[in-house]
């Protein structure tokens, strides 16, 4: 039986980034840069208006009070997307809207707030003249051209996770394509004869498949592409046969099949179809958990073969395939995020092995707690929708009370934390 770092270890050291493609720029949210994205254009491509209001010049505003306001004369309009020909001059204005490029001659722009403009539109007059309420400084609501982004600049560099700030990025200097690493293609297979497909009646001692669904899920949500194999049946033909199935995927994994029963046999045929590097982690729950490559073809193809208890299956993939899909994204943060919060509830940690316990954490008073979510039998799957994070105890600690500080690795983090 090994640790969790090492059965880790040896399964990072079995994938590898995955190779560059070419995608749309919305088909990339997660994925990460294979490329250096330089920029063609300034942002904005001209000085333009910040505000809706007047261009003008703002030497015009000086001693310039609402009693005593200081009076330009309207010479045009110009609204976003729009260049005009007007020009300001001394005493002069042109009504400007927000992101419509600054006339020549206007230096500044006053917002309408500063102007008499509601008032002269409250008695009818028409906008001729504008009266300006306050001294303003040369440049006010102005944006300078590419003073966002400028031509020949850097702008998203070869490594940076795509998250939808860096999908406008790329909209906003035109790019529609953009190489990222391409997204693991990750195959599921479940395995067991009590098995029954998801919306098929449910014969007497048989249970439904939830696990392809959660793992497809979990697959998923961590950036990858879930390639559900079905079921196979309890004997070696039915597995082999299944498993060949995976020889396009970049990884396989399985559930159940992996304790010493006499009919988990996904390690008999791991081993004759690759090999195995582990089968057993300590750690609770998730113990029974195999890992190897398998030879299908020419290819290699990393294995998983997780426990088949629901909550097992759901931690294990956690602690080890979501690295293992990160990695081969690319992505260079593996580690889910951790909190030190206060312990509400009292744990038991009874065989000595590394325990990730359900809980709920809250804020309370400032500080994080922590709550079991109730039985942490590895069947309870009704717990891990009760849980946002994992309470770790430490091999080497008998239990947790009431009051301990742990460390509690978040699953989620919500609005309310």
């Known amino acids: 039986m090994i640790s969790v770092e090492e059965a880790l270890e040896k399964v990072l050291g079995h994938v590898d980034v995955l190779e560059a493609e070419d995608e749309e720029i919305l088909s990339t949210l997660g994925q990460v840069l294979a490329e250096d994205v330089r920029s063609t254009i300034d942002i904005p491509g001209l000085d333009n208006s910040a505000m809706d209001g007047y261009a003008i010049q703002a030497e015009g505003t000086v001693s310039a009070t609402r009693s005593s306001p200081n009076f330009f004369r309207v010479v045009g309009e110009v609204a976003a997307g729009y260049v005009t020909k007007d020009e300001v001059g001394p005493g002069s204005a042109i009504r400007i809207m927000t992101g419509a490029p600054i006339p020549g001659g206007a230096d500044t722009v006053v917002q309408f707030e500063d102007t008499d403009e509601e008032n002269r539109k409250s008695r009818g007059e028409p906008l001729t003249e504008i009266g300006v309420f306050r001294e303003v400084q040369k440049g006010l609501n102005v944006r300078r051209a590419g003073e966002d982004i400028s031509s020949g600049s850097l702008v998203l560099g070869k490594g940076t996770l795509v998250r939808p700030q860096e999908i406008g990025v790329l909209a906003s200097v035109g790019r529609d394509v953009v190489s990222v690493h391409r997204r693991p293609v990750v195959a ?230």
């Not at 479940?190 to 497909?197: A, F, M, N, Q």
């Not at 299956?313 to 260079?332: C, H, W």
């Open 188 to 417: 599921i297979l479940s395995t067991g004869d009590e098995l029954v497909e998801v919306g098929k009646p449910l014969p007497q001692g048989k249970i439904y498949s939830s696990n392809t669904y959660s793992l497809a899920a979990q697959v998923t949500r961590y950036g990858a592409v879930p390639r559900v194999l079905g079921t196979a049946r309890d004997n070696v033909k039915s597995l082999e046969a299944k498993i060949d199935e995976a020889r396009d995927a970049d990884m396989l994994i399985t559930s159940a099949g992996v304790s010493v029963g006499d009919y988990d046999i996904v390690k008999e045929v791991l081993a004759r179809k690759g090999e195995v590097t582990f089968w057993t982690v300590r750690m609770k729950p998730g113990k029974p958990l195999a890992f190897g490559v398998l030879r299908l073809g020419k290819k290699e193809v990393p294995h998983l073969g997780l426990p088949g208890n629901p909550v097992s299956s759901m931690i294990t993939f956690e602690q080890f395939a979501r690295p293992a899909i990160l990695k081969m994204l690319g992505r260079k943060v593996l580690a889910k995020p951790t909190v030190r919060a206060r312990s509400e509830s009292h744990v038991n940690n009874t065989d000595m092995r590394r325990v990730y316990a359900r809980v709920k954490v809250r804020r309370d008073n400032g500080e994080y707690v922590a709550r079991a979510t109730g039985p942490q039998g590895s069947g309870i799957l009704t717990s891990m929708t009760q849980a946002n994070g994992l309470m770790i105890i430490p091999e080497d600690t008998p239990a947790v009370n009431i009051g301990d500080e742990v460390t509690v690795q978040m699953l989620d983090w919500e609005q309310d934390i």
